[in-house]
């Protein structure tokens, strides 16, 4: 086995040193490129897809009435009033789905940053 404290060890210690250094450089070169491209697609502060606004709406939409619909049923089976506690349920769930529905886009749409290059109005510092 070689000594590495030897004479000729020191050349290959310096040397085995500068290329760990080489490599340590290379590799935060690489995490810095791969934190820069990953940053941008990134949602800020609850924004969504236009996908997942879509989901989200139309599934908040969907659950209401067949909440509505769900406990009319079951109130006509108790009581026996079939189908007309079911009618007037799913209109209820209607209404409530749709009231859902408004509620959450303008939450959204408080939470999302206009677009760029968007005018929104006049503003308060513009003359009348």
Known sequence: M???????GNGEEER??????????????????F?????????????????????RLGTEFIAAILVGAG????????LNTAPWLMLVMLLIGFAAGVLNVVRAAESM???????????????SDDED
């Open 35 to 55: 934190a820069a491209e990953t940053a941008g697609p990134q949602r800020i502060g609850g924004e969504m897809t236009g996908m997942g606004r879509a989901m």
């Open 2 to 8: 070689t000594d590495m404290r030897g004479s000729g």
């Open 109 to 123: 749409n408080r939470a999302a940053p206009p677009p760029p290059g968007s005018d929104l109005g006049p503003g």
């Open 71 to 78: 406990a009319g049923y079951l109130l006509d089976r108790w």
């Open 16 to 33: 085995v040193r500068e290329q760990s250094q080489r490599l340590k450089e290379k590799i935060e070169r690489a995490r810095g490129q």
